[in-house]
């Protein structure tokens, strides 16, 4: 038997170096079968599905958002073929976002393996943000094609509306804009008083629809009282024809404008 010496420190060195290449010649022989085999390659991915999150309570989006995102990822050709962009989702986070404007970072995250994003487009999401607050307006009526109403007939007193206060919700910019509700009713051939339930609107000074807001209750009955005078009547007109056309010819699609006339007398 022989007794066992131990290494020296040179001996040590010496294979340990022999290990270390041994193991960097395994590696990068591993490598290139691997780049032969399935290679890496950069590709470009369209239409992946941007969600927002995090929006803070009573906060709204004033800003005309993409739905989708692009993104350049690098993976090999056998993971390649197996992704789509369903496998991928674009997140925005609005977490601790005040009303204003940011930029907000975009970031793209997928469950699948041996994939790297290396590029987004867009990087960031340009967002702003408006509080949401609620305000009390008054109700006004906007009566249409009165010169359509005859002249057998008269509107007596002012329209009623009810409710005659509604409350205006949305982003603080555009409630800020409105000036009333207002609830529009036709005047066009009415022989009788109307009462009828008609979508109410928000509107700013100037009478102009202020949209991006809603309104509670969303709509106004209105009534409006109509009579008929006592010395005038509508009646039809109608064409008396006299003789008869040529041998040949005949009459068809007679019609005469005005078709009724207001009669007024004692």
Same mark, same amino acid.
């Given at each position: 038997w022989r007794s066992l010496s131990l290494p020296t420190l040179r001996q040590l060195l010496s294979e340990l170096g022999v290990l270390l290449v041994s193991a960097v010649l395994a590696l990068a022989t591993w490598t290139i079968i691997i780049q032969e085999t399935n290679p890496a390659?950069?590709?470009? %991915?369209?239409?992946?599905? %941007?969600?927002?999150?995090?929006q803070p309570v009573d906060t709204m989006l004033m800003s005309d958002l993409p739905e989708t995102v692009s993104a350049i990822i690098q993976t090999t050709a056998q993971v390649r073929s197996t992704l789509g962009t369903r496998s991928f989702q674009a997140v925005?986070?609005?977490?601790?976002?005040l009303p204003g404007s940011h930029s907000v970072p975009i970031s793209v995250d997928t469950?699948?393996?041996?994939?790297?994003?290396?590029?987004?487009? $867009?990087?960031?999401?340009?967002?702003?943000?408006?509080?949401v607050v609620s305000r009390v307006v008054g109700v006004e009526v906007e009566l249409t094609d009165q010169q359509d109403l005859s002249r057998a007939y008269q509107m007596?007193?002012?329209?009623?509306?009810?409710?005659?206060?509604?409350?205006?919700t949305g982003p603080d910019i555009l409630v800020e804009k409105v000036d009333h509700a207002q609830v529009t009713l036709s005047l066009s051939?009415?022989?009788?008083?109307?009462?009828?339930?008609?979508? %109410?609107?928000?509107? /700013?000074?100037?009478?102009?629809?202020? &949209?991006?807001?809603?309104?509670? $209750?969303?709509?106004?009955?209105?009534?409006? &009282?109509?009579?008929?005078?006592?010395n005038a009547r509508d009646v039809g007109v109608?064409?008396?024809?006299?003789?008869? *056309?040529?041998?040949?010819?005949?009459? &068809? /699609?007679?019609?005469?404008? *005005?078709?009724?006339?207001?009669?007024?007398? /004692?």
């Open positions: 390659e950069q590709v470009r %991915l369209e239409n992946i599905p %941007l969600v927002i999150t995090d925005a986070s609005l977490a601790d976002a469950d699948a393996s041996q994939v790297r994003i290396v590029a987004i487009e $867009p990087e960031n999401l340009e967002v702003r943000l408006a509080e007596i007193g002012n329209p009623v509306v009810m409710p005659d206060k509604v409350t205006v051939n009415a022989s009788a008083s109307l009462q009828e339930s008609r979508p %109410l609107e928000a509107v /700013n000074e100037a009478g102009q629809v202020v &949209s991006g807001v809603t309104i509670e $209750p969303a709509e106004g009955r209105v009534s409006v &009282s109509i009579r008929r005078r006592f109608r064409v008396m024809i006299v003789g008869s *056309p040529p041998a040949g010819y005949w009459l &068809s /699609n007679i019609s005469v404008k *005005p078709s009724s006339l207001t009669l007024q007398a /004692n």
